[in-house]
């Protein structure tokens, strides 16, 4: 069974970093794109950055990018976000999710991470 | 860059079909055949229902059915029911800069 399950979320001040991170099982890591996808509360849908099942490639959304690292272990079957220069418009549930293939039409979400940036 | 365009509701009675839009530009939605649709429920994970324009997951009912004109995706649902009561997304693929752009949400009430 494929499981994807976020950690890492919590409160930071503006400004601050934060690590996330995503163990994913089931699948073949290595072989999927992988992304994380945000809902601010009370929002819709926003995707965030997305990485090559090799990591060699990465994409980030405009309002992210210079900010966020995308990353992978795939020794480990773990996807991580560093967030840094956190802004309280990042306050969003952070979502790991898996594409059928290639990089969209996520068919695998984990629940989601929260994170809350503020003073 | 700019989100799709959904219809922030839509509505239908027990067994009708309903129709959500999802307009976009001929560099996303309409430039490639990536677009996808996500049906989320309150406090819960989305769910992928339909991919690639008009291809079904495994498990996805028959009565979800997509397809695209132009910059317009649609997604129907047919003979409507009260568990479909929920929130539709839809995306596409970008050659922008970023990879995949959602549309704003559209709120489906079952009357």
């Known amino acids: 069974e494929v499981q994807v399950l976020e950690s890492g979320g919590g409160l930071v001040q503006p400004g601050g970093s934060l690590r996330l991170s995503c163990a994913a099982s089931?699948?073949?890591?290595?072989?999927?794109?992988m992304s994380w996808v945000r809902q601010a509360p009370g929002k819709g849908l926003e995707w965030v950055s997305g990485?090559?099942?090799?990591?060699?490639?990465?994409h980030y959304a405009d309002s992210v990018r210079g900010r966020f690292i995308i990353s992978r272990d795939n020794s480990k079957n773990t996807l991580y976000l560093q967030m840094n220069s956190l802004r309280a418009e990042d306050t969003a549930v952070y979502h790991c999710?898996?594409?059928?293939?290639?990089?969209?039409?996520?068919?695998?979400w984990g629940q989601g991470t929260l994170v809350t940036v503020s003073s | 860059q700019s989100a799709l365009t959904q219809p922030a509701s839509v509505s239908g009675s027990p067994g009708q079909s309903i129709t959500i839009s999802c307009t976009g530009t001929t560099n996303d939605v309409g430039g490639y055949n990536y677009v996808s649709w996500y049906q989320q429920h309150p406090d819960k994970a989305p769910k992928l229902v339909i991919y690639d324009v008009n291809y079904r997951p495994s498990g996805v009912s028959s009565r979800f059915s997509g397809s695209k004109s132009g910059n317009t995706a649609s997604l129907t649902i047919s003979g409507l029911q009260a568990e479909d009561e929920a929130d539709y997304y839809c995306?596409?693929?970008?050659?922008?800069?970023?990879?995949?752009?959602f549309g704003g949400g559209t709120k489906l009430t079952v009357l």
């Open positions: 995306s596409s693929y970008t050659n922008d800069n970023t990879l995949e752009v």
């Open positions: 089931g699948f073949t890591f290595s072989s999927y794109a």
């Open positions: 999710a898996k594409p059928t293939s290639g990089f969209t039409s996520q068919d695998y």
């Open positions: 990485i090559s099942g090799s990591g060699g490639t990465t």
